[in-house]
Nanobody, 119 residues
Framework: QVQLVESGGGLVQPGESLRLSCAAS????????MAWYRQAPGKQRDWAAS???????NYADSVKGRFTISRDNAKNTVYLQMNGLKPEDTAVYYC?????????????WGQGTQVTVSS
């Protein structure tokens, strides 16, 4: 049974940092592409960042240069380091896993963690 459990969200002020974690179980983590998506109130869920089994990283333009995705295969965990947070980063952040051959936006999802950026 696939499980993805996000943690690390919270309320921060603009310019501050947060690190999200996603603990994974129930599948072979090493061969999975892991990603973070986010959904702001009243908007669709959007892709933010992803990391392949080969550690290749990709970022949405809106977070490039501020967010860093990483993975620890020994701990079956993926992280999202978020620096220079802005109010527009406020959203529920979801961890996503997709195995080989699975299209982006598909696969398995965590329950989400709320990030609120406000002064």
């Amino acid at each position: 049974q696939v499980q993805l459990v996000e943690s690390g969200g919270g309320l921060v002020q603009p310019g501050e940092s947060l690190r999200l974690s996603c603990a994974a179980s129930g599948f072979i983590f090493d061969i999975s592409t892991m990603a973070w998506y986010r959904q702001a109130p009243g908007k669709q869920r959007d892709w933010a960042a992803s990391i392949t089994p080969g550690y290749s990283e990709n970022y949405a333009d809106s977070v490039k240069g501020r967010f860093t995705i990483s993975r620890d295969n020994a701990k079956n965990t993926v992280y999202l380091q978020m620096n220079g947070l802005k109010p527009e980063d406020t959203a529920v952040y979801y961890c996503n896993r997709r195995g080989p051959g699975v299209l982006p936006g598909r696969g398995d999802w965590g329950q989400g963690t709320q990030v609120t950026v406000s002064s």
